[in-house]
């Protein structure tokens, strides 16, 4: 899978681990930055990874700040893309399942490493479940 990834300061440290996990799976991995865990402001990661999944250039994107929440606001702003702020496996599972998410946002500050990658994992390996829920996405779609 094409896969996009970002972070800010809050979420350096396992952007970088997130992204050696990914290039481990296999993955082809686009990194925006930031390069350092030097201070910057989420919304100017988040747009790059968002615009790449929205514009067909990457099939998923991974965004991690120091909640997940801020890094989920911006994304959504960009039309095409359904991002979801992940903290369990289970939710990343339903995400996929019911929401045909396609970017998830993660949080560096309050999940550990090793519950990120089981997150993203699962993240990228449930696939939609269609039926009822076909419906309810095109209406979120038709918002944009
Ligand atoms: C940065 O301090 C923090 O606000 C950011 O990483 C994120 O948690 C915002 O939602």
């Known amino acids: 899978?094409?896969?996009?990834?970002?972070?800010?300061?809050?979420?350096?440290?396992?952007?970088?681990?997130?992204?050696?996990?990914?290039?481990?799976?296999?993955?082809?991995?686009?990194?925006?930055?930031?390069?350092?865990?030097d201070r910057v402001d989420y919304p100017d990661y988040a747009?790059?990874?968002?615009?790449?999944?929205?514009?067909?250039?990457?099939?998923r994107g991974v965004l991690v700040c120091g909640t997940g929440i801020g890094m989920a606001l911006a994304a959504d702003k960009i039309a095409g893309v359904r991002a979801a702020n992940i903290i369990t496996p289970q939710f990343a599972a339903l995400c996929r399942e019911h929401n045909d998410a396609n970017v998830i946002t993660l949080s560096g500050r309050f999940v550990e490493p090793d519950a990120n990658e089981e997150?993203?994992?699962?993240?990228?390996?449930?696939?939609?479940?269609?039926?009822?829920?076909?419906?309810?996405?095109?209406?979120?779609?038709?918002?944009?």
């Open 1 to 37: 899978m094409k896969i996009s990834i970002a972070s800010d300061h809050a979420g350096f440290e396992q952007k970088e681990r997130l992204r050696a996990f990914l290039e481990g799976l296999g993955h082809e991995v686009c990194d925006h930055g930031p390069a350092t865990d």
């Open 47 to 59: 747009v790059p990874v968002a615009k790449d999944v929205a514009e067909g250039r990457a099939d």
């Open 119 to 144: 997150i993203l994992r699962t993240f990228l390996t449930t696939d939609f479940g269609g039926g009822r829920h076909v419906g309810r996405v095109e209406k979120i779609m038709a918002l944009d």
